[in-house]
């Protein structure tokens, strides 16, 4: 375990940078690291083989041998009053336990990966919801065009549950670096004539989700080897954009099983 150290007050420095990450979505660009909260969100990260380069618990939590047990995998631990806790999170019930954990930067395209692209997508809950799809269903790299919710803010990683650690993020690229992939990019459109599951889908490729309002721009759009409806008999287009994903991203999977 590295150094242990209680903090008491909010005028300590390095706790005031810590409530920057967990209130600022965009905090870990300029400070280079990331706000993760919660016990599962924690134990994942170690998991992956992290080390969080400080935890921070309150009183209790300090007390709970579980919990100090994560915390001594980091670099370093704060101790905390529950109140002090607490403002480091916009959650109703406060997790007891968090990490600051290096931010890996924008990352690079990997050509040739399986991928999801993210195309301006502002809420953070389907953000996250994609990332653990893709994570499920073998899609090992995301790639988030500028305008899409911050890929790495705590909303996102929460919605995330740890699916972060298994893959490749890139963010904050223009929509010609999608040509760098190397791969067909699928849509859908409720319009498209042919269904997802009537055409044989290529493999690897990359699916396209776009802003929950406005759909794909018209310059990724064009770039879509393939535009395809998703069938919803019920009459209504009521998916949203992580439900759609997880049906494009489940019949990748399902059309490479059955063809072995």
């Known amino acids: 375990m590295g150094t242990v150290k209680l903090v008491t007050s909010r005028s300590n420095p390095q706790w005031q940078r810590l409530r920057k990450l967990a209130l ?19 134990a994942a990260h170690l998991a992956r083989g992290g080390v969080p380069r400080c935890a921070v618990l309150d009183d209790a939590a300090w007390q709970q041998p579980g919990l100090r047990a994560l915390a001594s995998r980091a670099e370093s631990v704060i101790v905390v009053a529950p109140a002090l806790m607490a403002a480091l999170s916009t959650l109703e019930s406060p997790a007891p336990i968090g990490f600051a954990i290096a931010w890996p930067g924008a990352g690079e395209i990997v050509a040739g990966r399986p991928s999801v692209v993210l195309d301006r997508l502002q809420d953070a809950g389907n953000v996250g919801a994609i990332l653990r799809s893709a994570a499920a269903f073998g899609f090992a790299q995301i790639v988030a065009l500028k305008g899409t919710a911050a890929l790495w803010s705590p909303k996102v990683m929460r919605a995330g549950m740890g699916a972060h650690f298994s893959l490749t993020l890139i963010e904050g690229v223009a929509p010609d670096a999608l040509d760098r992939l190397g791969l067909p990019l699928l849509a859908t459109s409720p319009h498209a004539p042919d269904r997802i599951d009537g055409v044989a889908l290529p493999w690897p490729c990359a699916w396209v989700l776009g802003h929950e309002g406005q759909g794909i721009g018209a310059g990724v759009l064009g770039r879509c080897t393939l535009k395809l409806a998703i069938p919803q008999p019920g009459g209504e287009e009521s998916l949203n954009a992580a439900a759609a994903a997880a049906v494009c991203l489940y019949e990748s999977v399902r059309q490479r099983s059955a063809r072995g």
């Open 24 to 42: 600022d979505p965009a905090a870990y660009r300029r400070q280079g690291e990331v706000w993760i909260e919660g016990e599962h969100l924690c």
